[in-house]
């Protein structure tokens, strides 16, 4: 029966602060220590944390925890010793110099391959997360954080499922998500100065990188809107001619055409470009339009001579974007062509140097005013 006495209420509530006291100093013992839980609880819990004051909380939080029957806390896996081995969970600090956590969670691993292990840490840190999961973990708790965000996880891994607050999981988040935008702000630096590098050497006006790229770009996006909305496509576009880097300047620069020999050095410029990025790991869309963004639908291109469809999409796209681009651009040796000369010969050649349906979503673009054709080609500056 309910005592209703206030009195003794009260004393009852010294009483278990006073035993959760003992508690707490055992728990700072060098001998492993046990207390049980209500009789209908079955699970063994152990707490291993060299902190002290840590490893109480720990055990104060644990000791709430209606399915936990007993909890044995230490200092180390190894004074943790036989409990391990009939543990349902460990509950494991990942130390003060936090070197130490493979080691401990590989010494309770030897004892108890299969246990849920949940470490509890001082911080949600991002490194402390990973490292936490990257070594098995199956959650990870905060020491003295909310007690229902403790409470859910030690429940969810006692039934050898993951919860994590999400409290601990967005700063993890944010800081991979803050790691991506500033690798991909590197990425894009070095490959606009790599562009940029090639545009300086070659004779082209400066109007040409960004034109053919939003050109191209416009394009993509009528006959396949995921190449328009890729930024490897964009990169593509931009670095389309970065193998000119190793085509000789006056080669570049000849005020006339070029000949049998110079078109040959000409004609490596494609395969020199997949050479030059390579390093950089691009994705395979880039290498499709550095590589083959002189081949031709009938099959007379370079460098492999590829034909109709063997020609991947995004350099069919791209092709058609190039040559009309270049036709209207100024050249030592000749004069710009009007954007609808261009046009139109672009249109001549649908299904022999270009792909007939390329031409065709070109066509559309124009007519609808979705590809701003004469405004992208407009003489520059
Ligand atoms: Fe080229």
């Not at 010793?81 to 130390?95: F, T």
């Not at 803050?178 to 606009?192: F, Q, Y």
């Amino acid at each position: 029966m309910e005592d209703q006495n206030p009195h003794r209420a009260a004393d009852s509530s010294r009483a278990d602060a006073r035993q959760m006291s003992d508690r707490t100093r055992f728990a700072a013992d060098d001998a492993p220590r046990m207390w049980g839980n209500p009789a209908h609880a079955t699970a063994l819990v152990v707490v291993v944390d060299l902190d002290d004051l840590r490893r109480a909380t720990t055990c104060r939080m644990l000791a709430a925890e209606p399915a936990v029957a007993e909890i044995r806390s230490a200092r180390s896996s190894a004074q943790a010793g036989e409990s391990l081995r009939n543990a349902r969970l460990v509950l494991l600090s990942d130390g003060p110099d936090r070197a130490d956590l493979p080691a401990m969670m590989a010494a309770v691993r030897e004892q108890n391959p299969t246990v849920p292990i949940v470490v509890t840490a001082d911080s949600s840190e991002p490194e402390v997360v990973r490292r936490a999961l990257e070594q098995g973990a199956t959650s990870l708790v905060i020491s003295g954080g909310d007690p229902q965000s403790f409470s859910d996880t030690v429940a969810a891994a006692l039934r050898g499922r993951a919860v994590l607050d999400t409290a601990i999981v967005r700063p993890v988040i944010g800081r991979y998500a803050a790691l991506l935008d500033e690798a991909r702000r590197r990425d894009s630096a070095v490959i606009e100065s790599l562009a940029a590098a090639v545009e300086a050497k070659d004779t082209v006006t400066s109007r040409h990188l960004q034109a053919v790229r939003s050109l191209a770009t416009q394009l993509a996006s009528l006959v396949e809107p995921s190449l328009a909305r890729s930024e490897d496509f964009s990169y593509g576009c931009v670095l389309h001619d970065v193998g000119k880097i190793g085509v000789p300047e006056r080669i570049l620069s000849k005020p006339g055409p070029l000949d049998a020999d110079e078109w040959t050095v000409m004609r490596l410029h494609p395969e020199t470009g997949v050479r030059v990025i390579d390093p950089l790991g691009m994705s395979d869309t880039v290498r499709e339009v550095v590589l083959y963004h002189h081949e031709r639908w009938d099959g007379q291109g370079y460098p492999y001579r590829l034909s109709d469809e063997g020609i991947p999409l995004s350099a069919r796209i791209f092709s058609v974007c190039d040559a009309l681009e270049a036709m209207t651009a100024t050249r030592p040796y000749r004069a710009p062509l009007p954007a609808g000369e261009a046009y139109r010969r672009v249109v001549a050649e649908a299904g022999q140097q270009f792909d007939p349906g390329v031409v065709e979503a070109l066509q559309e673009g124009v007519g609808s005013g979705e590809i701003e054709l004469f405004a992208e080609l407009a003489p520059a500056r």
